[in-house]
């Protein structure tokens, strides 16, 4: 009896979303109590330097990765095998960690708050590494080994994050034991995991060895870049109303700004988890069936905006005691900023979805010149509203980009996409 990877069939749409909401469900909401335990425990400065940690280090790590997940699975010609791609993110991760702390160091930020942003950063850096791992998962279309590994990070994240502040009331401790359990985790789960999974057709088989081959990945790279900076683009788009509140207003305005936007937060991941869950089928149905590819695009559509409706209702009705027992009583004035980011939500939510079905079309280059765009108009936004108008002005950028999105991503999806036969 072979010890090897076995064989299975492609889940369906509806079992691989109902995996991948569990699973992005699960860290999403380990992410958001996240901000409420240190905001119950600590002060907005404390807050203010965990989300800058994320502002910082998720689109240096974004970089790093180069999207490299869904160019794995929708390679339906295998140009490339899974060696190759997890030594081009070998090769690129310890870079990117590189690259924030040089960051740190020419901010000139006190120590504690260098050191969460290196610690958030190790973070995010073990999450890419196990995002290459489930590319395997994904192009089997198996997608229970993502659900439940997301899942179980989102409880060693908000476990140890709220166990180290409670014993010792210290940022610094508490993410050093999240960093530590993240990197556990991506070695002695993902990993083996990942060698469980058989993606036919993969020119290098079940190896889980990196592979240097200097052709392969510097064509993999030129493939790779335009998504990679694409979605880079898209990381400092949602970031840089962050930076220039840091800068102009203080770490206390950063914390205030990631309470309001953490519905934001929670939506996004819903809305990329959709995406991911049905990118495979997507790519598969623009070949040979427009209308399935339509169809299917639909029904992602309106589940998003359903979801997302429902969450502003829920915000709009009672997003004063969200934001006074969520966090505490210093938050609860700040409830129409938060109705403001609940409704760029649910555009975001939608502009996120038509993304992906240009991922799924391998449209790469096409959000690379979408995201530049974007990524322009929110640092002028930015600059001329939030050093005036502060946490105002951010949370005014932020819904004016996400329209400005989902209006070129319209045009775009009905440019770009397969067109029925007649």
């Known amino acids: ?24 469900l699960s860290f999403a909401l380990s992410q958001w109590l996240s901000y409420m335990i240190i905001a119950k425990l600590g002060t907005p400065e404390a807050l203010g330097r965990y989300s800058l940690g994320f502002a910082v280090a998720t689109p240096i790590v974004i970089a790093a990765s180069l999207h ?21 993110r070998s090769v690129l991760l310890p870079l990117a960690l590189t690259l924030v702390a040089a960051v740190c160091l020419l901010r000139g930020w006190p120590w504690q708050t260098a050191v969460v942003v290196m610690l958030v950063g190790v973070v995010r850096v073990s999450e890419s590494a196990s995002d290459i791992y489930y590319a395997r998962a994904q192009r089997a279309e198996t997608m229970d080994p993502i659900g439940i590994s997301r899942a179980l990070r989102g409880v060693w994240s908000i476990g140890l994050l709220a166990l180290g502040l409670a014993l010792t009331d210290d940022d610094v401790i508490a993410l050093a034991l999240v960093a530590a359990a993240m990197l556990l985790h991506t070695l002695l789960y993902d990993r083996r995991k990942a060698a469980t999974i058989e993606v036919p057709g993969d020119p290098t088989g079940g190896s889980l060895r990196p592979r240097f081959r200097a052709e392969s990945l510097r064509s993999l790279l030129r493939e790779a870049l335009p998504v990679g900076v694409a979605a880079t683009l898209l990381a400092l788009t949602a970031n840089i109303p962050a930076y220039v509140l840091e800068q102009r207003h203080g770490l206390a305005a950063v914390g205030i700004l990631a309470a309001v936007m953490s519905i934001r937060q929670v939506s996004s991941v819903i809305n990329m988890a959709l995406g991911s869950a049905a990118i495979a089928r997507l790519a598969k149905l623009s070949i040979d069936n ?101 946490l105002d002005g951010a949370v005014e950028t932020a819904l004016s980009v996400a329209c400005l999105r989902f209006v070129i991503y319209v045009a775009a999806n009905l440019i770009l996409g397969p067109r029925t036969k007649a």
């Open 68 to 88: 490299l997940r869904p160019i794995y699975v929708v390679d339906v010609r295998s140009r490339w095998g899974f060696a190759d791609f997890l030594g081009l």
């Open 1 to 24: 009896m072979s010890d090897g990877p076995q064989p299975r069939g492609p889940d369906s749409v509806r079992r691989s979303l109902s995996w991948t909401l569990f699973g992005e």
């Open 290 to 390: 427009a209308r399935g590819f339509w169809r299917l695009l639909g029904k992602l559509l309106a589940v998003v905006l359903t979801l997302n409706g429902l969450g502003l209702i829920v915000i709009v009705l009672f997003g004063d005691l969200y934001l006074r027992y969520g966090y505490t009583p210093e938050y609860e004035p700040y409830v129409p900023q938060l109705v403001l980011a609940s409704i760029a939500a649910v555009v975001l939510g939608l502009s996120n979805i038509l993304s992906q079905t240009l991922t799924a079309l391998s449209q790469f280059r096409m959000q690379l010149w979408i995201n530049l765009v974007v990524v322009g108009v929110a640092a002028a936004l930015s600059m001329w509203w939030i050093p005036a108008r502060g």
